[in-house]
């Protein structure tokens, strides 16, 4: 079983950035390959971000690209997303998730992930 805890949401202007963490514990997280995703009221929940166990390559929404950076620290079991340029747009609650297949395996399918965090809320006021 593997726990997650996001936190470092909160309330920034247009432009700003935020850095998201996400703390797991539990059983073999280190192997685990993570994502972010994002979910705004009455829109499903889409895929932001991910990272592989190995070699740590790195996925992102298209329109994240270049603002967005995910990146995790192993001795910590933390999973990190770096926000800069944020738009009133990226305005959501935040999720992060854990997929046990490790390797190289990531998917932008929120059906792959086999753990998740509770949220944080971003809000990005124009």
């Known amino acids: 079983q593997v726990q997650l805890v996001e936190s470092g949401g909160g309330l920034v202007q247009a432009g700003g950035s935020l850095r998201l963490s996400c703390a797991a514990s539990?059983?073999?997280?280190?192997?685990?390959?993570m994502g972010w995703f994002r979910q705004a009221p009455g829109e499903e929940r889409e895929f932001v971000a991910a990272i592989t166990w190995i070699p740590g390559t790195t996925y992102y929404l298209d329109s994240v690209k270049g603002r967005f950076t995910i990146s995790r620290d192993k001795a910590k079991n933390t999973v990190y997303l770096q926000m800069n340029s944020l738009k009133p747009e990226d305005t959501a609650v935040y999720y992060c998730?854990?997929?046990?297949?490790?390797?190289?395996?990531?998917?932008?399918?929120?059906?792959?992930?086999?753990?998740w965090g509770q949220g944080t809320q971003v809000t990005v006021s124009s």
């Open positions: 998730a854990a997929n046990s297949r490790g390797g190289s395996y990531y998917s932008r399918r929120r059906e792959a992930y086999d753990y």
């Open positions: 539990g059983r073999t997280f280190s192997t685990y390959a």
